[in-house]
């Protein structure tokens, strides 16, 4: 079992619609990151958590950290929000593997016109 | 924001040669940087970490002769594929970490196709 697991894996909507991708993991954490990457590759933070939620815009992350588990929420999605979504938790551990990331598989966002 | 830079962000080798990439914090000190390694279709995973002034250390499975990275200054990381080989191709992505600060800016990523 993969420490992060991410749902579901595609998604696809319709302009305007909310939209909810799960991140579910299994380790200790420090912190948790939804990233997103464009088809071009490049990734760029959306989020970075330890508990709580916070908003920017559109997107909204929460985090429960109890149940070992986040959420991101985009609010009337829009066709320029297709990309892959990525769930990252931050090891707590010290020593070499301080700040270290382990990723989920990523969400495939796919939103029509 | 700040902003990390790579380069070159895509690159065409022939097998046995070696590539250097780049990795360049522009705005910031970065005390950590971090290599990634994404194949088509799977998530990224940890190459190793690299510590100004320090050697790096690598993930479990990855040969630190073959991939040599060196931190020398707090702006740049880079990273040389020795000996590239077809199987090395992939996607390259760093990402930079101030020592006060939780959070990592990523790089634009590197793509490189050896053939």
């Known amino acids: 079992k993969n420490e992060v697991e991410q749902s579901p894996q595609n998604l696809t909507a319709q302009e305007g619609e909310f939209i909810t991708i799960n991140c579910s993991y299994s380790v200790g954490i420090s912190a948790l990151h939804w990233l997103q990457q464009h088809p071009g590759g490049g990734i760029v933070s959306l989020f970075m958590?330890?508990?709580g939620k916070k908003k920017h815009g559109r997107l909204i992350a929460t985090i429960n950290i109890q149940e070992k588990h986040s959420s991101l929420h985009i609010t009337a999605s829009h066709p320029r929000d297709s990309a892959v979504y990525i769930c990252?938790?931050?090891?707590?551990?010290?020593?070499?593997?301080?700040?270290?990331?382990?990723f989920g598989q990523g969400t495939i966002l796919t939103v029509h016109p | 924001g700040a902003v990390v830079s790579q380069h070159p962000s895509w690159v065409i080798c022939k097998s046995g040669t070696s590539v250097k990439i780049e990795c360049r914090s522009l705005d910031f000190q970065a005390t950590t940087m971090f290599w990634y390694r994404q194949f088509p279709k799977q998530s990224l995973m940890l190459m190793a970490t690299?510590?100004?002034?320090?050697?790096?250390?690598?993930e479990q499975g990855v040969e630190k002769d073959k991939f040599l990275i060196n931190h020398a200054s707090l702006t740049l990381s880079t990273l040389t594929v020795t000996s590239a080989h077809p199987e090395d191709s992939s996607f390259y992505i760093c990402s930079a970490r101030v020592l006060t600060q939780e959070t990592q800016y990523f790089g634009p990523g590197t793509r490189l196709l050896v053939l």
């Open positions: 690299s510590n100004e002034g320090s050697k790096a250390t690598y």
């Open positions: 958590l330890s508990s």
């Open positions: 990252a938790v931050q090891s707590n551990a010290g020593g070499t593997s301080y700040g270290k990331l382990t």
